[in-house]
């Protein structure tokens, strides 16, 4: 028989934990080289794409576009034309647990879930669950009460149910190790609880003959929800508050089903709410609820916790930019292919003071509470894309031509704004650079990027009065804010730096040496 393979999800860096599929580039039954593109990845930072280790053929995809797994969890499998299905299924049944699997749920599991009232009768003598689920038992009445917790039973591996199946067994107490499961591998889904407690006398509601009640919309804060991204992008579009949404997905996330079947649920009702809000007189105030993605919340904690951990000082030092401005000017007249930017003459001189001053090129490693101090300046540059911020990493830029680092931003920049970026090029870095200038914002100061030790605010060139012996006149100023961490910099040594990068900035022909 032809060997079988399989598709996992990669680690793209040493932070990454799990992947979501965004979308498959390839359909079953496509064959593929190596290095061919198979499928996007999102992960907290970038959408990557997945490159084929080896060449074959896609024949089953087992994670569906918007599953979320860990790193080296499966997603597809692969193997040659001559290979058969059945070999294909008897494989992934062999997988067991490491197989990737979409939750078996249903509309009418969904609306079993929200509307079965508790009839289910308790045993007056509580039943021991079997030991063995090889040969499943039927319920009988008087099976239904349990002594422990569901919880227990799954740590055992003792059930396999469907996510609907576990929440209504624990609610109503009843004993999912004498139902008998109809699904895949013998799952045991909402349906099958219903029929065994009806054959064995108890009562259950016809799912079918069930009328759902209208349905009040959540306002609470969804934010803390799991979700998908996808689920998270379409609940966002369509305005949907995420604990209005059933959880299906796998480890307990609202997935894109969840929030489609709140959507075709509320959309019947669309027509009759635009008609009660034409009659209202007064325009009324809305309060739209954006779910943090998961970049953002990768942000959010990488921040935090700098904040929190790094002590910050902070220097502030004008800079004088007219003649650096000035050389810019005349290097883009007579070069045409090169078109620098204020930004990467600053970048430029940043990296000069770096190695001039070397105690600044430094990260802290907080589990070996040591410095590590870089040779060259690695340079990592804040960049705002549509879901957060992001910092490619100039690499090297101490010994690279402005013209170089032009070209390197350029190219960093558009690859981080389309998701095409490689872990290692926006991972690490030796000191930060963020620049609002091109907004207007004169000052401003910047969080540390752990584990960096400090990190540059630059804000916008504008012309300022300035004193110059004695005689007031008009210069073009450049106000740069650095914070430190004072674990491993002091004041003297960031004032060193500063000083340091003024004299390379206000003198630009040093940087061009």
């Known amino acids: ?62 994670a569906k576009d918007g599953d979320t797994l860990p790193v080296g969890g499966l997603i597809a499998v692969c193997a040659e034309s001559q290979v058969s299905d059945a070999e294909i299924e008897k494989f992934i049944a062999s997988l067991g647990g490491a197989a990737a699997k979409a939750p078996e749920t249903s509309s009418e599991q969904s609306k079993a879930e929200t509307s079965v009232p508790a ?30 917790s569901l919880q227990g039973y799954q740590a055992s591996n003792e059930l396999f149910a469907t996510p609907h199946a576990l929440r209504l067994a624990e609610k109503h107490n009843v ?32 799912v079918k003959q069930q009328h759902q009640a209208k349905v009040v919309k959540s306002t609470a804060d969804d934010s803390q929800v799991l979700a998908t991204p996808v689920a998270h992008r379409l609940a966002r579009q369509w305005g949907i508050n995420l604990n ?72 502030v030092v004008d800079l004088n930019v007219e003649a650096l401005q000035n050389l810019r000017k005349q290097i883009n007249e007579t070069v045409p292919q090169v078109k620098l930017s204020i930004n990467d003459m600053l970048i430029k001189a940043a990296a000069a003071a770096l190695i001039k001053v070397p105690e600044v090129n430094v990260q802290f490693d907080e589990a070996t509470q040591s410095i590590l101090q870089f040779s060259q300046a690695d340079i990592s540059v804040a960049v705002a894309i549509p879901n957060g911020l992001i910092t490619p990493i100039v690499k090297a830029a101490n010994q690279k031509s402005l ?32 620049n609002l200038g091109m907004l207007g914002v004169k000052q401003f100061d910047a969080i540390i990027n752990p584990p960096q030790g400090a990190i540059m605010a630059l804000g916008t060139s504008e012309p300022r009065a300035v004193v110059e012996n004695g005689n007031v006149v008009v210069r073009e100023i450049v106000t740069a804010t650095l914070s430190c961490d004072h674990r491993v910099i002091d004041g003297a040594v960031g004032a060193k730096f500063l000083a340091s990068f003024k004299q390379f900035v206000e003198n630009p022909a040093l940087i061009l040496v």
């Not at 498959?24 to 080289?33: A, H, Q």
């Not at 004498?178 to 699904?183: E, I, M, P």
């Open 403 to 434: 013209a170089q680092i032009s070209d390197d931003m350029r190219d960093l920049a558009t690859r981080a704004k389309t998701g095409k970026l490689q872990p290692d090029e926006f991972q690490g870095g030796s000191f930060s650079i963020s």
């Open 175 to 206: 004993n999912l190790a004498k139902v008998t499961g109809s699904g895949r591998e013998g799952r045991i889904s909402v349906q099958d609880i219903q029929k065994g407690v009806q054959a064995a006398g108890g009562q259950w509601p016809d």
């Open 1 to 62: 028989m032809s060997e079988i393979k399989t598709l996992e999800i990669p680690k793209w860096g040493l932070s990454m934990e799990e992947g979501t599929i965004a979308q498959w580039l390839i359909k079953e039954g496509d064959s593929f080289n190596k290095g061919d593109e198979i499928c996007e990845i999102e992960t907290t930072k970038i959408v990557n794409v997945l490159e084929a280790p080896f060449a074959g053929t896609l024949r089953k995809i087992l």
């Open 244 to 315: 209005d949404c059933r959880v299906s997905g796998t480890r307990g996330r609202v997935c894109k089903e969840d929030v489609e079947a709140v959507y075709n649920r509320n959309n019947p009702t669309a027509g009759s709410e635009q008609s009660t809000q034409c009659a209202v007189a007064q325009p009324q105030s809305t309060i739209t609820t954006v779910a943090m993605n998961g970049m953002r919340k990768a942000i959010a904690s990488r921040l935090q916790a700098a904040k929190r951990n790094a002590p910050h000082f902070r220097l």
């Open 119 to 148: 009839v289910v009768e308790k045993a007056e003598q509580p039943m021991t669950v079997a030991t063995s689920a090889s040969v499943p038992l039927k319920a009988t009445k008087g099976d239904y009460a349990v002594p422990e």
